[in-house]
């Protein structure tokens, strides 16, 4: 209950930067209504998906692009607390050594919360709809949520190793950029060539984007089964990819802030 009441401040002192730094909230606001607009008008006219609509499949995609990317904020925002000093003050209060690297991934989650309100309004207004489901849509929801704070102890751990925030985004956008296209977040995994439809259809970010459709309903008609497993468990693969990434770099991150903050 302490860690829990100490996690919980850091995750309120995090989130009050959304209202004194404004480039916060144009991070968390702007950024993904781009995405949706610029794929959707730009790109929506030019790939054809048989039996669907591309706004509608494109969503899924648009959304976990988004909470993996917004996981950044955790790594970013440790790195540029140590810069400042700011872990050592907090090391000299009396709270849980894990609090503030914890609060830092709660305060992410609501980060990528808001982000996908603003994106469902967006999908809403060029042509998306959901055809699942009310709970099928919420359990949706909360997939999305539970893999960006999993993946935001990852973040976090990098943002614990390196010197500078700027490092953290440099570093984490090499790793991200081909996970997240190397996918089925834009285009069917069936449509990329040889190896990379192999690593496609393993990667955590298609599995979890296909139970993202799957949910919402936005699967196109007549798609046929997909033929590899974790597509097939795509809920299953996801949830047990996200477990596995916490029980592994939670305690990580929280060792290497106690190492840090020494």
């Known amino acids: 209950m302490s860690l829990l009441r100490d996690?919980?401040?850091?995750?309120?002192?995090?989130?009050?930067?959304?209202?004194?730094?404004?480039?916060?909230?144009?991070?968390?606001?702007?950024?993904?209504?781009m995405f949706v607009l610029l794929f959707a008008y730009v790109f929506g006219g030019s790939i054809d998906i048989p039996g669907g609509n591309y706004r509608e499949f494109l969503i899924a995609g648009i959304f976990t692009q988004?909470?993996?990317?917004?996981?950044?904020?955790?790594?970013?925002?440790?790195?540029?607390?140590?810069?400042?000093?700011?872990?050592?003050?907090?090391?000299?209060?009396?709270?849980?050594?894990?609090?503030?690297?914890?609060?830092?991934?709660?305060?992410?989650?609501?980060?990528?919360?808001?982000?996908i309100?603003?994106?469902?309004?967006?999908?809403?207004?060029?042509?998306?709809?959901?055809?699942?489901?009310?709970?099928?849509?919420i359990v949706a929801y909360g997939l999305l949520l539970f893999f960006s704070y999993a993946f935001s102890w990852v973040m976090a751990c990098i943002g614990l190793m390196v010197p500078t925030p700027e490092v953290v985004n440099n570093a984490t956008f090499v790793i991200l950029f081909p996970m997240?296209?190397?996918?089925?977040?834009?285009?069917?995994s069936d449509s990329l060539?040889?190896?990379?439809?192999?690593?496609?259809e393993w990667n955590?970010?298609?599995?979890?984007?296909?139970?993202?459709?799957?949910?919402?309903?936005?699967?196109?008609?007549?798609?046929?089964?997909?033929?590899?497993?974790?597509?097939?468990?795509?809920m299953l693969y996801s949830l047990g990819f996200a477990v596995v990434l916490i029980v592994v770099f939670a305690p990580i991150a929280t060792r290497l802030y106690q190492r840090t903050s020494k």
Do not use: C
């Open 66 to 115: 988004t909470v993996v990317f917004g996981a950044t904020f955790t790594g970013s925002g440790l790195a540029e607390d140590m810069q400042k000093g700011l872990i050592n003050r907090f090391r000299s209060l009396p709270m849980a050594r894990s609090a503030v690297v914890a609060g830092r991934t709660i305060s992410d989650v609501v980060y990528n919360a808001l982000s």
């Open 117 to 137: 309100v603003v994106m469902s309004v967006a999908g809403l207004a060029v042509g998306w709809r959901i055809r699942g489901s009310i709970l099928d849509a």
């Open 7 to 33: 996690a919980t401040t850091i995750a309120h002192r995090n989130m009050i930067r959304i209202r004194r730094v404004p480039d916060v909230m144009v991070f968390v606001v702007v950024q993904p209504l």
């Open 193 to 200: 060539p040889g190896v990379l439809k192999t690593i496609a």
């Open 204 to 234: 955590p970010v298609s599995t979890l984007t296909h139970a993202v459709r799957v949910r919402f309903g936005n699967i196109p008609a007549g798609t046929p089964e997909p033929t590899a497993w974790p597509l097939q468990n795509a």
């Open 180 to 188: 997240t296209f190397i996918a089925n977040t834009f285009v069917p």
